[in-house]
């Protein structure tokens, strides 16, 4: 008899568990409408981080308090942000998907055919408040068909104790930063191995010599012509940043912006690439160093450049009845200038949206803040195209090819395009 | 006067008899509810799998996709599969050798330890197990932090001691697949150790007891005595240990990425790359079904060689 107690007493724990745990819908159960979002763990009422969660739940938890008609299912995706969007095609392949969901900016171009427009909720003034780059990637043929609601820059950290002037351009920073190797201190490291912030941050380098990944038709032409020659500069520039000493081998295994932040910790090194937030990670693994930002050095001094990223959001439901409840539930929690200025306290994101600068909102009040916003002036994103995670991969392995010598840039290059260009489909 | 025996009346004579249908003789009735749960969970993706590998199908394709070689074509013709593949055999090939070999160092430590009450053995015996039991992934972040090469890892401050500033471990190619074996070595040991162990306190401790009366040594009572006898749980154990190490990538993935470049990219890692990064639903399944081919051949090997030297010895 206790067995069958204690058995009983485990598995309503265990399903009463089940619920509290994943307990995400907001709002009266018996609400007649039902709105389903899928969104990332760290843009969600699931954060880990106790600051992003509150924003987002309360958020939520306004909205269906003056709608009580409404209820918000909330279903987090995949952490790993290629994995995420592939769950979401295929739901959406199968019509099996959310009313909205979050979704990673350079793979928007494969949500298109899925996306609804959602001009009739925004005014033409509304949407040209959007950043330029932005307005591209969210506005085809006259259609609105997504927001692009957080953004990143790339750029240099320079350590402003050890190096006097920021480097402009490649030979700068060699110098500089070899001088600094010599004198016992990591002199600039940036990401080499296999993970997407390797092609990205050094995609400006590239850009600036007029490179172009993508013709207008979206064929790959990195290959080709001046194309070619620009990136076997950039792969040039790496592989004598490794020789010459200026950064260690060690950076082939940089991946990703955190797999810098050990190296980081250790507080050596003196100038390194990475992407804006990287800052305040810094700052909350307590790093005390005085850091300057600079833009990227570039292979000749002239305009600056940088390599935006972010997220969007987007509308799936064609239900007339739903879409303006998901305008105004997407505008609460980030698409209006009012949440754009809230969230860059909360989570530090960069807006994508001129009017929130003149806000007066304390993140401004920071100078790194206000300087990456400059660079938004100059920020390109990365190709939305079907082929471009194909170029990526291949890129990403040429680069750590050179890297560690086992290539030359010529033959590392070739062999990323011939690749390519055997998987493209026109 | 004697009682008159009633029939007993069993789950057959109800319902008039009708039940007799699910006797002995009809064995395919009781195993088909198994069939089912097989056919669903087991046969069907694999069918899929299989189809999909034959078409030209990407994650966001839907139903419009068409059959097609042109997945196994561009697999089989890129000069990179064959590097994979030759990664992929020497990752293999010393990952289950290395596992087998020190599976049977610690597990003959371990039973010679407990035969002469030596102890601690079974605290031995825990520890060994860890590597098995956390997930790969942690274990693949656990190795990238000691093989950090900035200086303050586990592994680089030998190195420092003796003025190596900057020891090369997952910075250049070799290093870097000697790692990543030494790493899954390390993982597997304990699934071996716990097979070998096993099978050796099968053998009748009698048997060890003549030898050493005879005056065999110890050598010879381990080359006489318990290799034969582990003969049926070593061929387990390679069989196991291939296949698992054969779609190995939640290790690699945290620790190289597959890198530099792709000299640590095995296949199972491919495989993945090619879903979630390159989004080729058609090239991951038709790769996937190589990887299947190969670990199918193996195992298929491994009976051939093994049961046939025991047939010979018989």
Known sequence: MMKLVFGAAVSAAAVLHGQLAFADVYGDPNAPMTITWVTQPTQSPEAGNERYASYYKGKIEAFVAAHPEVKVDVTLNSNNGNAGMTKLLEQLAIGQGPDFATIDSFFVKRFLPYLTPMNDYYTEEEVNDFFPFAREAMVVDGKLKAFWVNTDVRNIYYRKDLVATPPKTWDELLEVAGKLSEEGHTGYIFPAGRGEAAVMEHLPMFWAQGGELIDEDGKPVFGEGANRDAWINVLTFMRKAVESGASPNRVANFGSESDMQPELARGNTAIFLGGCWMMSELKSLGDQNDWGVADIPLMTEGKPITAVGGWMTGVFTDNADKLPFIAELQKMLQTSPEAMDELAVVRDDLPTRASVVKMGSPYFQDPLNIAYMEMLEFGRPRPSSVIYPTISVELQVAISDVVTGAKSPADALDAAFDKVMAQYKP | MAETLKPVRGPRDFLGGRLRVFSEDNVWLWLLPLAVLISFFYLYPVFEAVRFSFTD???????????????????????????????????????????????????TLVYEGEMRNLPGFGIVRALVLVGWVLPGVVLGI?????????????????FGMFGIRDPVFLSAPVPALAWVIIANIWRGTAFAMILQYSAMKTIPPEYHEAATIDGASWFQRFRLITLPSLRNILLINLILATISTLNTFDMIMPLTGGGPGRSTEVIALYIYNVVFQEFDFGRGAAVAVVLSLIGIVLTLVYFRILTNKQDGFE
């Open chain 2, 57 to 107: 199908a990407t994650t966001s394709s839907g139903d419009d996709y068409s059959y097609t070689l042109r997945s196994y074509v561009q697999t089989l013709t890129l000069p990179e599969f064959y590097a994979m593949v030759r990664t992929t055999v020497i990752f293999v090939g010393c990952s289950v050798i290395g596992q087998v070999l020190f599976g049977m160092l610690i597990a």
């Open chain 2, 142 to 158: 656990i190795w990238k932090l000691l093989l950090d090469e900035s200086g303050a890892s586990f592994m680089a401050i030998p």
